[in-house]
């Protein structure tokens, strides 16, 4: 079997983006690996170009990053009329309708996905929305915030017995769309040897629901449910512990087991923590004991009186040497800074309204292939012209095979 020989994995294939911000990360993967990402939108552009954070000169950070490497135009989809005609003209050459919103609203534009693929049957219409296209909430509004919630993820996130604390960020927008893309990539698999789209049906709920961690499993295998405990661990040797320059993860036992106990205090005692010794005594062993508000005090004494003179990395370092599960807590300026992550490029620098922005790379790499934004994000309705006098021209059928 030959192959094609291409510069990014998905170059040939076409996205129409109609989005809101839950949908607008898809967009931006599927645009890093390649394929023309066109985002359409109303005179005067979406109104998620105004969404905050905004720089000095009134750039929306979380806009810029989602957007860069797509291309706009200008097209009101609410029209009936020669505008309607060329989004419609617009999707015979795309393999891809990226949409989020429920089905309701989708239906009164025209754009429910059961009359997309029947006018463009050719056409995989991914459907990312709060709740899904059926059931009783397909159509109930949602925020970021009620989706974290409803998809299980704030039982999980700040101190146990306060409020629950939301992760900065429109984080089910992120959840959501890398949710999305794998199943987009999955039915352009499909397409390539049938021919035929299919719906996509995303529910963000589901989607941060099957982002839990261990949360599932511990059900599972424990019947234990999981609820907030903050920086506090459940048991001795696991969790936040201080160091000279900040704080560390230790993962020194994990559902009861011990895993790296034994290297843990080997490690203690060798570094002159000699009273760490009393956790070889048996009782250590019992996950009753370790799992004792007791227990978690005296092993958090011993591991930062020894943390105390070390910085986080050299802890990092010396314990990954000791086959010890424990990473660095990294603030910002430590990750832009981080020597594997700057060894690999991770973080991109992109033009924005001519002031550079550093944004984070793509989460994946393919040897020899750029999978990066290719532009910063466009202006509204910047590529109208030249996508509209390509239509009679565009490609229809996807290139990216085998």
Known sequence: MTRTVLSAPLEGLRVIDLSTSLG?????LLADLGADVIRVEPVGGVPERSLP????DGISLPFA??????????????????????LESLLETAQILLTSEGPGSLR???LHPADVTHRHP?????????FGLTGP???????????????????LAGH????????WGNQTSVIAGAHAATAALMAVLVLEETGQGQIVDVSAQEAVAHSLENAVQYLDLEETIRHRVGSGPVEAGTGLFTCSDGWIYLVGGLGGLPLAWDSITTWLVDSGIHEAAQLCQPHWRERSWRRSSEAVQIFRGLFERFAAGRTKQELYEDGQNRGISIAPVSTPDDLLTSPQLVERNFFLTVPVNGRPLTFPGSPYRFDGMKVAPGAPPAQPGADTRAVLDALPTARTTPACKE
């Open 137 to 155: 909430w397909a159509d109930r509004p949602a925020t970021d915030l009620t989706l974290l919630a409803s998809g299980g993820l704030l039982a």
């Open 108 to 110: 009164r534009r025209g």
């Open 160 to 167: 146990r017995g306060l409020p629950p604390v939301r992760a």
């Open 65 to 86: 990053f989602t957007e860069a490497g797509k291309r706009s135009v200008v097209l009101d989809c609410h029209e009936v009329g020669p505008r309607a005609e060329q």
């Open 24 to 28: 607008a990360y898809a967009g931006r």
């Open 122 to 130: 050719q056409l995989i219409h991914v459907c990312i929305s709060p």
């Open 53 to 56: 954070p905004l720089t000095d």
